[in-house]
T-cell receptor, first 112, second 112 residues
Framework: DVKVTQSSRYLVKRTGEKVFLECVQD?????MFWYRQDPGLGLRLIYF???????EKGDIPEGYSVSREKKERFSLILESASTNQTSMYLC???FGTGTEAFFGQGTRLTVV | GQNIDQPTEMTATEGAIVQINCTYQ??????LFWYQQHAGEAPTFLSY????GLEEKGRFSSFLSRSKGYSYLLLKELQMKDSASYLC?????????????FGKGTSLLVTP
């Protein structure tokens, strides 16, 4: 089975802190994604990557950056956390077209 | 971007059949996915349609009409454990690579 693992299930950070959310997949998938999920807004795409060192902005990239130094790892970075970044963050990976996305268990981030 | 619309909430009775509709607008359609998400958990894959017609998988079926930009998820013999959020997602090759773009989800409550 494909396994997508996010480094933390729950995280509490202070406003202005730099925050790293890590995601690792074990199935050699080229494509990886970061979403955030908020009540009433659904899942929204922040960034995605289709190869090592490649990254593309999604629908809501402002305030975020990403890093993909190795194929299995995709990191989401909040340069200076703000309270409006309190959310559930979901990482996903996909092998290619025509296949489903596999999700990590999610990181519930609270910025105080 | 694209519009993906699905009802916000639905209620159905244990043992009954429920149909959750999804309409979408996209320029580079490359597949429609349904996911199930229980509260506090990650989305899990239910079904995938890329050609018109019905795909059946046990108690769950999904239908697609590309010309109408329409899909539905049919759940038969409802069980209490089917109470969850159901997410419709579209893959659009036009602007986000292999990323899935999600509707806001339909919260289904199954009552005794």
């Amino acid at each position: 089975d494909v396994k997508v693992t996010q480094s933390s299930r729950y995280l509490v950070k202070r406003t202005g802190e730099k925050v790293f959310l890590e995601c690792v997949q074990d199935m050699d998938h080229e494509n990886m994604f970061w979403y955030r999920q908020d009540p009433g807004l659904g899942l929204r795409l922040i960034y995605f990557s289709y190869d090592v060192k490649m990254k593309e902005k999604g629908d809501i990239p402002e305030g975020y950056s990403v890093s993909r130094e190795k194929k299995e790892r995709f990191s989401l970075i909040l340069e200076s956390a703000s309270t409006n970044q309190t959310s559930m963050y979901l990482c996903a990976s996909v092998f290619g077209t025509g296949t489903e996305a596999f999700f990590g268990q999610g990181t519930r981030l609270t910025v105080v | 971007g694209q519009n993906i619309d699905q009802p916000t909430e639905m209620t159905a009775t244990e043992g009954a059949i429920v149909q959750i509709n999804c309409t979408y607008q996209t320029s580079g359609f490359n597949g429609l996915f349904w996911y199930q998400q229980h509260a506090g958990e990650a989305p899990t894959f239910l079904s995938y349609n890329v050609l018109d017609g019905l795909e059946e998988k046990g108690r769950f079926s999904s239908f697609l009409s590309r010309s109408k930009g329409y899909s539905y998820l049919l759940l038969k013999e409802l069980q209490m454990k089917d109470s969850a959020s159901y997410l419709c997602a579209v893959r659009d090759m036009g602007n986000s690579g292999y990323a899935l773009n999600f509707g806001k989800g339909t919260s289904l409550l199954v009552t005794p």
